[in-house]
């Protein structure tokens, strides 16, 4: 179980992956896996760099370069459009079932995440203002500023329609966003009070919005479940892919 989490740039902020392995690869590999895929490390080695051969990603590895994916975030593999039309439609199904919750069951503590449905959908709403206002080199003011924080989430109603604006802020960031390789830097000052410089590129951010989404969702998720709501699957394949019947 997870403690309840606090809300700071440096929380929102990019984490550090394994030597070699760039943002672009994991959010490849999620979505990779998220349409039926397996993915073992057998698996992942023996696709080298998704797109390479084996040998050459290997070698990549080894030279500490980063695995990169070819056309990422341009090919008809896997774009920011359709990656965020994704994600807010698993974003409505997962808002479907909080709605008819009480205000009681909204704001109800589980030791889980940030430690209740209430503050787990306000982290995520604004941390996604968070990294868009990073994208677009805004400045983004101390914490306790920002419009909304963990730990005075607005009721649900206000949420929702926050978050419907905040989405199409993002659409339009997304839209006029023409280099996703851009290297980006900005200070933040971490948990334990440290000052340090962040370096990361549009596309490095974009990737930490969608797998933080995820991950705080299946969060909101298992509190639903312990309240008795079935929350069904909002896998990438289950949503995003065409199903017709078979014939013959």
């Given at each position: ?7 700071s ?11 070699g392995?760039s943002p672009?690869?994991v959010i490849?590999?999620?979505l990779?896996v998220?349409?039926g895929h397996?993915?073992s ?14 040998d050459?990603?290997?070698?990549r590895?080894r ?11 341009t090919?008809?593999m896997?774009?920011?459009i359709?990656?965020y ?10 808002l479907?079932?909080v ?8 704001a109800?503590a589980f030791p889980?995440?940030?430690g209740?449905?209430a503050r ?15 994208i ?5 003011p101390?914490?306790?500023q ?8 607005p ?16 659409r339009?960031?997304?839209a006029a966003?023409?280099?996703w ?8 000052t971490?948990d ?6 962040v ?7 974009f ?7 995820v ?7 298992n ?12 896998d990438?394949n ?11």
């Amino acid at each position: 179980m997870n403690p309840p989490a606090r809300a700071s740039s440096a929380a929102c902020g990019p984490r550090l992956l394994p030597p070699g392995v760039s943002p672009p690869a994991v959010i490849m590999l999620v979505l990779y896996v998220l349409s039926g895929h397996p993915a073992s490390p057998k698996d992942t080695e023996a696709r080298g760099d998704f797109g390479a051969t084996s040998d050459s990603g290997a070698a990549r590895r080894r030279a500490g370069h980063p695995i990169a994916v070819t056309g990422f975030l341009t090919s008809s593999m896997i774009n920011p459009i359709r990656t965020y039309d994704y994600l807010c439609l698993a974003r409505g199904r997962l808002l479907g079932w909080v709605r008819p919750l009480s205000a009681e069951q909204y704001a109800q503590a589980f030791p889980i995440g940030p430690g209740s449905l209430a503050r787990t959908l306000t982290h995520i709403m604004i941390c996604e203002w968070y990294y868009v206002r990073r994208i677009e080199r805004l400045p983004v003011p101390p914490y306790d500023q920002w419009p909304i924080q963990d730990e005075h989430p607005p009721a649900f109603a206000d949420l929702e329609a926050r978050w419907t604006a905040q989405a199409a802020t993002t659409r339009e960031m997304i839209a006029a966003t023409e280099d996703w390789g851009t290297t980006l830097e900005y200070p933040i000052t971490e948990d334990d009070g440290r000052a340090v410089i962040v370096t990361a590129s549009a596309g490095d951010i974009f990737t930490q919005l969608v797998l933080h989404e995820v991950h705080h969702r299946a969060q909101a998720m298992n509190m639903l479940r312990h309240l008795g709501i079935a929350s069904q699957d909002l896998d990438f394949n289950t949503l995003m892919y065409n199903r017709s019947a078979a014939t013959g």
